[in-house]
Structure formats: structure tokens, C-alpha cells
RNA sequence: GGGCCUGUAGCUCAGCUAGGUAGAGCAUCUGGCUUUUAACCAGGUGGCCAAGGGUUCGAAUCCCUUCAGGCCCGCCA
């Protein structure tokens, strides 16, 4: 069985109605790893429902977090700011309304291309609106238990006066900054490094926060929810996992949810993702490089809390090939592969909306590549596609869109992460270059034999080695001459295949230059 | 100090949430193809499943111990 499966028929043995809940704090661009916990929550919703439960899929969005620092995606000015609430500071482009909807705006595209479409919360909404207001004061009024199982189980030492509350300063507007020092009902006292003292009535809403090992748990029964994946970061013994859930159970009188623990996506040769540190490969350039459905199918095929290897460069293309040939043993084309497991399952799971009637088209992903750097526009391509035979003459819409959508993020990832052995350019003149003898004697050969030549790939390379014996200079060299007239470049992509995507006056044009 | 993950062919990994003859891709070798962005087709070689113990008729798979590597936590979240 699919792991989302197993986790699913759990979940059903208890209860048939279930709220899962993912929860992300905008402070900064989406990366991968966020990324997982959405589709491994999409994941088992997704089998809920399949299996008859009634399920909701919420997004709580952190934003009444305060900036915790000046990230390194921020300009120096964002200093003034730290210590406020995410939804309070101003939106570093200034298109959006505070600095956590310029993210979130984002976040939420990203989720809607992935397929994931979920039931939006906002922190700051519901500090401001009041739904938080019973549960300050449930935490306030046990401060002592609460303070106990943070000691106990995390074994860190509080202040003496700590209370599970952190007030916005009335004059500074800062959470990080403030002391509270005590609670008599209905207020709390506070000190802020601002030089304001004072009080809040914790009656009127937006106020104040609780701390996060506190507001997890609250949140948890406010909505009722019953399962949320965590990061291994929260994991670990002591950690928000386990005091949250005892808070839950012993301050909120709420059974705590199944909390799934997810492995880390790691970047092959550069470790961990990290949201705060500024990665090489930003979740954003991770959705912009990887197909939407072949993002799915990386989290799909891999279990939760095993680690994930992302290669950002040639093993990308592998991942596309490995999602392809997934998809064609799904639709019966291709034969299935021993140890090849529940790949029905991950392929249904690794469609971001619907399955396809048919299969969709297929074009080997590293002819993509080629292509794309032959064409500067999808109507190019595709013209040189449908030139070439390598579409069929009636082109459905969708595969139309899945190719163009293919070739996107193709051309993203060759601006970004291919490595160079892969990148080549077609010159618009002829290049500074010099030939040999020999090669020049080749290509004027060549140029004769142009205009009669059935412009295919096999016709063409068997044209250059007909040359090559002829002219008795070396097969390599010949091909050379061709690739450093076109690119400029000692090698390049099999000449047959490539010249034939070229437009034969192109080629013939050239030539006829390079042997003047 | 603690937690989680990993250890299976030369390399990258699947198989472990069904205990029942050890799998794939790449590399290598053989044959075919006039042989290029990690070419294609057919086939072959290649494994004490990290080590040890236990459960079982039977263990890569379940349990315990050990070893090695990776990541996370021990500020905040």
C-alpha cells in the first residue's frame, strides 16, 4: 500500500471527519521543503476522500510572526522592522499589503500550480478578529503547567516571571521586544526594551501572541485538527512536537493530531534547504525548472521520512525520463519493471488536477533541451516540430499545452541550473573560427551535396560519414567542422538530429560562408 | 548529549506497511548498428542485502546490539 494510504486508513479508524492542517510562516520566499509538507498533506487528503472520509485541507499562514532578522533577501532597511508582526510591515515591492502577503501571494500561486488549493487562515486575522482570545487566557491561567512541561520535557530553564504571552507593545509595535511580567485578569503587564511600560487587557483582541510551543496546540483545537506533517527540525525529543502535543492534552483538553514527521529535501552536493539561510536553488526556482506533476511524483514515490536527493542539474532530466516512463507502464504502453511499486498510486497521486483520458505525448525531455536552444519561442518549436514529423498532425489542446508547459520549464532551468556541457547556441553569423584544409575541403563537399540531401536526421549523418571516408579525415573532425561553424564549439548535439531541426537554406547559407 | 534517516552490484538506488528463488538504471563485457551533449537494439558478467545475535519451516524485510555516514535539535520558531 501507498504510504498516503496507510496514513489515511489510520486516520479513518478513528474518526471519518478530519481537518488537516499545514502551517508556514511567509517570511521569506517558498522553498522545498515546504513544499513536501503541502503534498504530503495533498497526499493524504487526497486518499481520505478517495476512501469516503470527510476531509478538509486548511493552510494556517503565520503571519503574525514577528521578523526574526534581517534575511539576506532584505535590504539593510528591514532592521527597523524586526521584532513585528509579518502582516504589520510593509511589502518589500510594494505591490502587496504588508510584507507576509507579498510572500504569500506568491506561496499561493505556486500551491495552485502544484495542484493544491487549500483553506486559507491567517494568524494576524485571527489574533485581530479574537478567535485566539479564549486561549490566551486558558494559557495564562496555566502558566505554571505550562511552564512545567516546557522545563520538563525540553529541559530549558524559563524566567522567573515568564508567561506563555508575548505582548505587542503599544507604542513600538514590537512582539520580540516586550517583557511580561504579570497576569491578573484581565491584564498583563510588560516592560518593552522601547523604554514604554504598560499594561493589555487581554479581552481586546490583537494584543499580543502566544508563543509558538503554545499557539501550535491552541491552534490545533481551535479548528479541530487531527493531522499536520511536521519537519524532523520539530521532531526531536523535547522538541514543539512532543510539549506541544502534552499542552494540547493537559492545558486544551484536545487529543493532540497525528503529527507525521517528514525528512528533509536535500540538494545534491549542497546539503539541507534551509528558508532562512538563502539557498542556491529557492523553491521557486525548483518549481520553475521541475514540471508541476514531476515536483509531485519526487514526493509521491519517496516516503515521508526518508530524505530526498534533489539534483538540480542533469538529474533532473533523469527524474522527467523516470516520471515519463512511469506514466507510460501506467497507460499500458510500456512494460512495468520489477520492484517498480504502487506506481499507479504515484502516478494518480503526481497529477496536480486530472488524469489524462489517453497518455499524453511524449517527447523525450532531452530533445527538449536541444530544441529549445534551436528555437527562441514556443511557436518556433513547435514550428520545427511539426516541420520536422515529430508531432502528429492533429495536436490535441492539452498536449499541446503539456509540451509548451514542458518547454518553459526547460528554457528556465538552461537560464539557471544546466551545467554548460549541455548549452549550446545557435550563431546568428558565422563565428570567428578557424577551419583546417582538410575541414574546409569537407564542408565544400558538403555544401554540393546540401541541395539534394532528404533533410532527416539519419539521411544527414550518414551524408557526413560518407564525407568523412571520402575525404579520409577523421569522422571526429568532421563533425567538429560542423559544430564550430553553427556554435562556435568543438561538439554539440548529434549532428543528425540537430541539423535536421535547423531549416536547410540555414544550414546551406552557412556553409557556403565558411568555405568562402 | 539526544533524535531521525541511511548502509543492497563498481556507481545511483528500488524492494522493507504482504517475511516466500536478490531487482533496475548507469558503468563494464559480447554481438548488431558507419559510432555525439549520459546514443540505440539484443545479450552477458557482477551481491555474505554494513556486522553480530534473536523470532520463524523460511529474514534484505520483524526484534535487539554494534559499527559507519548524513541531517536535525540542545537560541527562536
Not at 500551491?111 to 491567517?122: A, D, E, F, M, W
Not at 525548472?289 to 519526487?298: D, I
Not at 518556433?380 to 503539456?402: A, F, S
Amino acid at each position: 500500500m501507498h504510504w498516503a494510504d496507510v496514513l489515511a486508513e489510520e486516520l479513518l479508524k478513528k474518526q471519518t471527519k478530519h481537518v488537516l492542517a499545514t502551517g508556514i510562516t511567509p517570511s521569506g520566499p517558498i522553498h522545498i521543503g515546504n513544499m513536501r509538507e503541502i503534498l504530503t498533506t495533498d497526499a493524504v487528503y487526497r486518499c481520505l476522500i478517495e476512501k469516503g472520509g470527510d476531509a478538509e485541507f486548511i493552510y494556517i499562514c503565520d503571519d503574525y510572526d514577528p521578523l526574526r532578522k534581517v534575511y539576506p533577501h532584505l535590504p539593510s532597511s528591514y532592521q527597523q522592522y524586526v521584532g513585528k508582526p509579518l502582516s504589520e510591515i510593509p511589502c518589500p515591492c510594494g505591490k502587496h499589503t504588508s510584507y507576509a502577503d507579498h510572500y504569500l501571494v506568491s506561496f499561493l500561486g505556486s500551491l495552485h500550480t502544484i495542484g493544491v488549493n487549500p483553506r486559507v487562515y491567517r494568524a494576524s486575522e485571527m489574533y485581530c478578529r479574537g478567535d485566539y482570545n479564549e486561549s490566551i487566557q486558558i494559557a495564562l491561567e496555566n502558566t505554571t503547567k505550562i511552564r512545567n512541561i516546557l522545563e520538563t520535557l525540553s529541559g530549558r530553564k524559563m524566567p522567573k516571571d515568564w508567561l506563555p504571552y508575548n505582548v505587542k507593545c503599544e507604542t513600538c509595535g514590537r512582539l520580540s521586544t516586550t517583557h511580561p511580567s504579570l497576569y491578573e485578569f484581565p491584564n498583563v503587564e510588560y516592560t518593552c526594551d522601547c523604554g514604554h511600560d504598560g499594561e493589555v487587557d487581554i479581552r481586546k483582541s490583537g494584543q499580543g501572541k502566544l508563543p509558538w510551543r503554545v499557539d501550535w496546540p491552541a491552534r490545533w483545537r481551535m479548528l479541530g485538527v487531527t493531522f499536520e506533517p511536521c519537519g524532523k527540525d520539530h521532531a526531536t525529543v523535547g522538541g514543539t512536537r512532543e510539549t506541544g502535543a502534552k499542552i494540547s492534552e493537559e492545558v486544551y483538553r484536545y487529543p493532540p493530531p497525528g503529527l507525521l514527521v517528514y525528512e528533509f529535501i536535500l540538494l545534491k552536493g549542497m546539503g539541507a534547504m534551509h528558508s532562512s539561510k538563502g539557498t542556491a536553488v529557492s523553491g521557486e526556482d525548483m518549481l520553475r525548472m521541475t514540471p508541476p506533476e514531476v515536483l509531485r511524483f519526487l514526493i509521491m514515490r519517496n516516503q515521508p521520512n526518508r530524505h530526498i536527493v534533489f539534483d538540480s542539474g542533469l538529474g533532473l532530466l533523469t527524474l522527467v525520463d523516470e516520471y515519463d516512463k512511469e506514466e507510460g507502464v501506467y497507460f499500458g504502453k510500456e512494460a512495468e519493471i520489477k520492484g517498480m511499486k504502487e506506481f499507479k498510486k504515484i502516478y494518480e497521486l503526481s497529477q496536480p488536477y486530472h488524469i489524462q483520458k489517453k497518455m499524453p505525448l511524449h517527447l523525450p525531455y532531452r530533445h527538449l533541451v536541444t530544441l529549445n536552444q534551436i528555437a527562441k519561442t514556443w511557436s518556433e518549436l513547435k514550428e520545427i516540430l511539426m516541420r520536422t514529423g515529430q508531432l502528429p498532425k492533429k495536436l490535441t489542446k492539452e498536449d499541446e499545452e503539456h509540451l509548451r508547459q514542458r518547454a518553459e520549464h526547460v528554457r528556465y532551468w538552461l537560464d539557471t541550473f544546466a551545467p554548460d556541457e549541455v548549452k549550446f547556441e545557435v550563431k546568428e553569423t558565422l563565428p570567428d573560427i578557424t577551419l583546417t584544409e582538410e575541414q574546409r575541403t569537407m564542408l565544400s563537399i558538403f555544401k554540393g551535396k546540401i541541395p539534394d540531401l532528404s533533410w532527416e536526421p539519419e539521411a544527414i549523418h550518414n551524408a557526413i560519414y560518407e564525407l568523412s571516408e571520402q575525404t579520409k579525415i577523421p569522422i571526429k573532425t568532421a563533425f567538429s567542422a560542423i559544430y564550430q561553424i553553427l556554435l562556435g564549439q568543438e561538439r554539440g548535439p548529434r549532428a543528425g538530429f540537430f541539423l535536421s531541426n535547423l531549416s536547410k537554406q540555414f544550414v546551406l547559407k552557412r556553409v557556403t560562408e565558411a568555405v568562402k
